[in-house]
Nanobody, 124 residues
Framework: QLQLVESGGGLVQPGGSLRLSCVASGLSLDYYAIGWFRQAPEKEREWVSC????????IYADPVKGRFAISGDNAQNTVFLQMDNLKPEDTGVYYC?????????????????WGQGTQVTVSS
């Protein structure tokens, strides 16, 4: 059964760090790019970051550049999102998603499979 499961969320003070994990089963990350998204209360879901299937290319949304780092371990079929210097505006439910990009692209415009999400709350 194809499944993406996120973990690692929690409550952290501003300036703190969290490391999210996304474990894939039923699909190989050798063939899928993984994206992270987040949704704050009463806001639309927004894209955060993407890593391509080889793990050699990453891209970030402007609000998280320099603070978040995405990485992958294809042997474990797991992608991580290291989040440092967290701010209250980073609060939300974080989702990972898998998709296959078009030929010549590293990350897809649309994602096919989604996890259930993990809550991140940044508050003092």
């Amino acid at each position: 059964q194809l499944q993406l499961v996120e973990s690692g969320g929690g409550l952290v003070q501003p300036g703190g760090s969290l490391r999210l994990s996304c474990v894939a089963s039923g699909l190989s990350l050798d063939y899928y790019a993984i994206g992270w998204f987040r949704q704050a209360p009463e806001k639309e879901r927004e894209w955060v970051s993407c890593i391509n299937s080889s793990g050699g290319w990453q891209i970030y949304a402007d609000p998280v550049k320099g603070r978040f780092a995405i990485s992958g371990d294809n042997a474990q079929n797991t992608v991580f999102l290291q989040m440092d210097n967290l701010k209250p505006e980073d609060t939300g439910v974080y989702y990972c998603a898998a998709g296959r990009p078009r030929i010549g692209s590293s990350c897809p415009k649309a994602y096919t499979y989604w996890g259930q999400g993990t809550q991140v709350t940044v508050s003092s």
